[in-house]
């Protein structure tokens, strides 16, 4: 019998540890010396990386979602051969059936 190890903690993933490793960098560039500097510096990373991460994620998202339209309209494509490939084999059946 194997033992299951839990590499994370319920509610983290490796994008939390990515995310507070990108902050504490940020935090203690400068140094900190009571805790609501800590608490403050905290708060202010936050604020910079979620301003930031937007920004790039709204740079980000067009080429994604053109890449996206483009993987549709190519399965879409797909589909209707498909489709028309099954109606064609229909009358073939069909008509196949009837001159027996």
């Given at each position: 019998m194997g033992v299951k190890i839990q590499l994370f903690e319920v509610g983290l993933s490796p994008l939390?540890?990515?995310?507070?490793?990108?902050?504490k960098s940020e935090i203690y560039k400068e140094k900190v010396n009571t805790r609501d500097e800590l608490?403050?510096?905290?708060?202010?990373?936050?604020?910079?990386m979620k301003q930031e991460r937007?920004?790039?994620l709204r740079r980000a998202h067009v080429p994604l979602l053109r890449e996206l339209k483009c993987a549709l309209k190519s399965v879409v494509g797909?589909?209707?051969?498909?489709?028309?490939?099954?109606?064609?084999?229909?009358?073939?059946?069909?008509?196949?059936?009837?001159n027996q």
């Open positions: 939390d540890f990515c995310l507070w490793g990108w902050i608490v403050a510096s905290i708060m202010n990373s936050a604020a910079l937007q920004d790039d797909f589909l209707n051969t498909y489709f028309e490939l099954l109606q064609f084999i229909e009358i073939i059946y069909i008509t196949n059936k009837c």
